[in-house]
């Protein structure tokens, strides 16, 4: 389809192993943003992507959490020796302008992260 | 700094009652947008509706429509003829430019509309 998407949609982990979630942006988008949204709150920011450059990381909770977007298109959140407070839905976003315009952000289903 | 305050956490009517959902928007910008968003039960995040500071008229689409007054920081939503598929998680968003880096969603107001 023409919208984000988020694979794997459900990843079950145990506590200290690594796990990689994707970001497949819409085609042409130039920002992309990541989002952890615990049961019950509004997303919170993680990260942020103008292309492939990372502009701003000052979301993510700890060195375990890493982002990449090499070629600026998907992007990789990757969580190192995952921790049980790790476990909340991962929101992927894109929009078609920079963090200066006034685009929309265009979500995708997330990825529902659940550590044991 | 910013703030984002929805102080309706839980909101449940009867269908076909009309609803308002309220949004706070606190900022020392002086032009700025706001976004609705909607959250239905599967998860994904859907734009509804972006408007600029300078436009205090009401928008209508459908059966939501949208009051915007910069006076009061307010950026209400309603839903007239509520429907059960409107029953989602509803958040108010400042725009990506805004002073902080940070994008900061409220904490959403949840709509449950009852058969």
């Known amino acids: 389809g023409a919208g984000v998407s988020q694979s794997p949609r459900y990843k079950v982990a145990k506590r200290g192993q690594d796990v990689a979630l994707r970001c497949d942006p819409i085609s042409g988008h130039v920002s992309l943003f990541w989002y952890q949204q615990a049961l019950g709150q509004g997303p919170e920011f993680l990260t942020y992507?103008?292309?492939?450059?990372?502009?701003?990381k000052s979301g993510l909770p700890s060195d375990r959490f890493f982002a990449e977007r090499p070629e600026g298109s998907v992007s990789t959140l990757k969580i190192q020796r995952t921790q049980q407070e790790d476990s909340a839905v991962y929101l992927c976003?894109?929009?078609?302008?920079?963090?200066?315009?006034?685009?929309?952000?265009?979500f995708g289903d997330g990825t529902r992260l659940s550590i044991l | 700094a910013q703030k984002v305050t929805q102080a309706q956490t839980e909101i449940s009517v009867v269908e076909k009652e009309d609803v308002t959902l309220d949004c706070v928007y606190e900022t020392r910008d002086t032009t700025y947008y706001l976004f609705w968003y909607k959250q239905p039960p599967s998860g994904e995040l859907v734009f509804l509706i972006r408007?600029?500071?300078?436009?205090?008229q009401n928008e209508i689409s459908g059966r939501y429509s949208w009051n915007f007054q910069k006076s009061t920081s307010s950026f209400n939503f309603t839903i007239t003829a509520s429907q059960v598929v409107d029953s989602a998680v509803y958040f108010c968003a400042p725009p990506l430019y805004s002073s902080a880096s940070k994008i900061i969603f409220g904490s959403g107001t949840r709509l449950s509309i009852r058969p």
């Open positions: 992507f103008q292309n492939e450059a990372q502009l701003d």
């Open positions: 408007r600029n500071s300078f436009d205090e």
């Open positions: 976003a894109s929009s078609s302008g920079d963090r200066g315009s006034n685009q929309p952000q265009h």
